[in-house]
């Protein structure tokens, strides 16, 4: 199965910003769907954004207009198959494991899972 690695985690204060990254292990990875998620402590998990392989995006009105997702491609100057998350103004609220997941095909679950990556943010 194909790996999916977080990074870009971190400690910052309320208002500040970060960049998560989901590196896909094979660089030829064309999931259906792809996109990020959280679960705060005592929390249940909950999707924060998605793309599917047609482009359209999904986020989660706790987030909209602070996070962004890219699109799942190969940039310039990474040979990798890469996922960000664009994270503005970020809220103490905001703190959590956030994990990258995929599926295959619309109709199954998100059973590829990466080990996740923590964001804390400060007041």
């Known amino acids: 199965q194909v790996q999916l690695v977080e990074s870009g985690g971190g400690l910052v204060q309320s208002g500040g910003s970060l960049t998560l990254s989901c590196e896909a292990s094979?660089?030829?990875?064309?999931?259906?769907?792809i996109g990020w998620f959280r679960q705060a402590p005592q929390k249940e998990r909950e999707v924060v954004a998605s793309?599917?392989?047609?482009?359209?995006?999904?986020?989660?009105?706790?987030v909209t207009g602070r996070f962004t997702i890219s699109k799942f491609t190969i940039s310039r100057g990474n040979a990798k198959k890469t996922l960000y998350l664009q994270m503005n103004n970020l809220e103490p609220e905001d703190t959590a494991v956030y994990y990258c997941?995929?599926?295959?095909?619309?109709?199954?679950?998100?059973?590829?899972w990466g080990q996740g990556t923590q964001v804390t943010v400060a007041s």
């Open positions: 094979d660089s030829t990875y064309s999931p259906y769907e």
């Open positions: 793309i599917t392989r047609a482009g359209r995006t999904t986020i989660a009105d706790a």
């Open positions: 997941a995929a599926r295959g095909i619309m109709t199954s679950p998100y059973n590829n």
